[in-house]
T-cell receptor
Framework: DTAVSQTPKYLVTQMGNDKSIKCEQN?????MYWYKQDSKKFLKIMFS???????INETVPNRFSPKSPDKAHLNLHINSLELGDSAVYFC??????????????FGPGTRLTVL | GENVEQHPSTLSVQEGDSAVIKCTYS??????FPWYKQELGKRPQLIID?????GEKKDQRIAVTLNKTAKHFSLHITETQPEDSAVYFC????????????FGTGTRLKVLA
């Protein structure tokens, strides 16, 4: 159950602050994702990295910057936090290129609350 | 653009009855269709998936059907139990390129005891 882990689990902060969320997977996967889940439960892809290369970059404010130091880690840094950034952020990973394993595995989520 | 529609948004059934959730996708090149279950406060977890070369797949009380021509796929849960209560998401993906999942908007299933 800890194959994809995220820290912190909860993050409460003031508007205007800068914060980071970290994600790590120990599944040997080479593709990682960040999703945002809002209060209506919609799951929206934000970014994806494959082997440290950015391959998906949806229409996300440039206050959000992902960073992948290696295949097992994908962090999300958010500058100048706004009220609308409050959501649950999920990291996910998969092994790309193996058709038998197209499944994405999700981390436990980080609930971000901006006051 | 790519889109997945999911219906209904909420579904209440009596324990023991069946539940059906339907999804329609727009990209005819999609060839992988997973279903995720998300319990309150938890992560989405895969419960079943189907590829485009298969029309139906079953795993105990859950089954998924796929109609490629109509670009529809459905989740069927039989003999529902209270622990089936959760939000269910369908998704469509291509197993090439960016492997991006396009998620449906979710169905909140309540199984009434």
């Amino acid at each position: 159950d800890t194959a994809v882990s995220q820290t912190p689990k909860y993050l409460v902060t003031q508007m205007g602050n800068d914060k980071s969320i970290k994600c790590e997977q120990n599944l040997g996967h080479d593709t990682m994702y960040w999703y945002k889940q809002d209060s209506k439960k919609f799951l929206k892809i934000m970014f994806s990295y494959n082997n440290k290369e950015l391959i998906i970059n949806e229409t996300v404010p440039n206050r959000f910057s992902p960073k992948s130091p290696d295949k097992a880690h994908l962090n999300l840094h958010i500058n100048s936090l706004e009220l609308g950034d409050s959501a649950v952020y999920f990291c996910a990973s998969r092994r790309r290129g193996q058709t038998s394993t197209d499944t994405q595995y999700f981390g436990p989520g980080t609930r971000l609350t901006v006051l | 653009g790519e889109n997945v529609e999911q219906h209904p948004s909420t579904l209440s059934v009596q324990e023991g009855d069946s539940a059906v959730i339907k999804c329609t996708y727009s990209d005819s090149a999609s060839n992988y269709f997973p279903w995720y279950k998300q319990e309150l406060g938890k992560r989405p977890q895969l419960i079943i998936d189907i590829r485009s070369n298969v029309g139906e797949k079953k795993d105990q009380r859950i089954a998924v059907t796929l109609n490629k021509t109509a670009k529809h796929f459905s989740l069927h849960i039989t003999e529902t139990q209270p622990e089936d209560s959760a939000v269910y998401f369908c998704a469509a993906s291509k197993t090439s390129g960016t492997y991006k999942y396009i998620f449906g908007t979710g169905t909140r299933l309540k199984v009434l005891a």
